[in-house]
């Protein structure tokens, strides 16, 4: 339990004792004091069959609901699967439709079906509605609880329909719409309130309006909402009619599993290694990614085997051999890391590639200069031989230039052919600059010595 706070371990403890003991009415007391999201580590804590019954002895079906929706999958499963309808189906009422949605796709087909038919008709329609659209769209991550009142309505009337809100998740602005449902403008809750009571919406909304379509990424979506400080973006179908609201809740969520997709993907792996704990499994989703490093190995040690004749001459280059690697796959993964990021917020655009890979190019000149000299100084203390020396001082310089170059040239090309950049961080970037090194090591070496 080290990873729970100090707070949350008494409110576990104290739970674990009411519970015991059979103190309900103390019990509920206390699980209503508690926030959802410290409710749902609580109860992934405890047994599966105790953290059911303290489910179900929350009262407030919206703090149930809060909850349910940050539980770990498989207790989230167990409970949708045990808790009787007449108690599950008021609290799934509380989710918005977006969180329902995701809620209801990640079942079976058997129990997804079992919890459509519980709901009422506007749930199913709002739930259908948005199992059309990737989970990885705007549509898909969007709620279709959005307050929008047309162009023609006075500002008093407007505040009047705000204040009769009940079942909107979030407002943050006002969209404007035409008869149609098409956005006209957006008007923030502050002009609202500010503007005379006889004014018609359309005199003081904002007709630019930041807005996204159903079909766009996520990342597209997370991208808008970082760069123009908004609290939530409007989405519009193909004819501009207003479909739902991304809001800021969903955007961290957004930005989290993509960050952590990202993050995998550079290592080799993917999301779904996560959720198993088979080692035969975890071994599978990772043997593909590395044959790509296996086969970059198989090349290197060709070249290595090519250049035997001068290994066995001077053995020293040999010791060099790691470093002269190492550093070279370093500066790779840091700018293949910042290449892969910058792509992914839209800080690096490929109409300017020029000016990136240029950077790039004097950075690792840079470094490699710095860190060429200190090898080749190294070299000569502890070998004494000027042409070691001056062998690993430019390999380094050189595989240094290149590795930057290589790292933020492949991320682009990935980015260019429709394919997701974090994967050019991990196998392919790792083995080119391995083959790069190993053939860029005995090259300079072999001109130094004069033996080509």
Not at 218 to 246: S, T
Not at 307 to 328: D, K, Q, T, Y
Not at 377 to 399: E, H, K, M, Q, Y
Request: aromatic content about 4%; overall charge negative; charged content about 20%.
């Amino acid at each position: 339990m080290s990873h729970i706070s100090k707070r949350n371990r008494l409110v576990l403890d104290a739970i674990i004792r009411l519970h015991h003991r059979g103190a309900s009415a103390p019990l509920k007391r206390i699980l209503a004091k508690t926030h959802a999201s410290d409710l749902a580590q609580i109860l992934s804590l405890l047994p599966p069959n105790e953290a059911l019954e303290v489910f179900h002895a929350i009262e407030d079906t919206h703090q149930a609901a809060d909850c349910l929706s940050e539980l770990d999958p498989e207790l989230r499963e167990r409970i949708l699967r045990e808790t009787p309808a007449e108690a599950l189906f008021p609290v799934l009422h509380e989710l918005p439709p977006d969180d329902l949605t995701d809620l209801i796709a990640e079942q079976d087909p058997e129990l997804a079906e079992r919890l459509m038919e519980g709901l009422d008709e506007t749930s199913q329609e709002e739930v259908e509605e948005l199992l059309q659209y990737a989970a990885d769209t705007a549509g898909g991550i969007m709620t279709t609880d959005v307050f929008a009142l047309p162009e023609d309505m006075s500002v008093e009337d407007a505040v009047e329909a705000l204040r009769g809100l009940s079942d909107v998740e979030m407002v943050f602005y006002l969209y404007v719409v035409d008869t149609g449902k098409r956005l006209l403008g957006v008007i923030s809750l502050r002009q609202l309130l500010l503007a005379r009571p006889e004014q018609r919406l359309a005199e003081i909304m904002n007709p630019r309006v930041i807005r996204v379509r159903t079909d766009d990424d996520q990342e597209e979506v997370a991208r808008l909402v970082e760069q123009y400080r908004i609290l939530a973006i409007p989405v519009v179908d193909e004819a501009g009619q207003l479909c739902g609201v991304v809001t800021m809740d969903d955007i961290v969520d957004v930005i989290q599993d993509e960050t952590t997709e990202d993050m995998l993907k550079m290592a080799g792996t993917d999301e779904a290694e996560m959720s198993t704990q088979s080692p035969l499994k975890i071994m599978q989703i990772r043997l593909p990614w590395l044959f790509a490093a296996f086969l970059g190995g198989l090349a290197a040690t060709a070249v290595i085997d090519h250049f035997e004749g001068l290994l066995a001459r001077l053995l020293a280059l040999s010791a060099f051999l790691p470093i002269v690697m190492g550093m070279a796959g370093n500066v790779g993964t840091q700018s293949a890391t910042v290449a892969v990021r910058s792509l992914a917020t839209g800080h690096l655009d490929l109409s300017q590639a020029r000016g990136y890979i240029l950077k790039e190019l004097w950075v690792g000149l840079m470094l490699g200069v710095i860190y060429g000299i200190a090898l080749a100084l190294a070299s000569l203390w502890l070998f004494g031989d000027p042409d070691l020396g001056t062998i690993v001082g430019l390999t380094i310089l050189t595989n240094m230039t290149g590795a930057a170059v290589i790292a933020i040239i492949l991320p682009m090309v990935f980015h260019r052919i429709g394919a997701d950049p974090a994967i050019a961080t991990g196998p392919f970037v790792t083995t080119a600059i391995d083959i790069l090194g190993v053939s860029n090591y005995f090259l300079i070496a072999s001109v130094i010595l004069k033996v080509l």
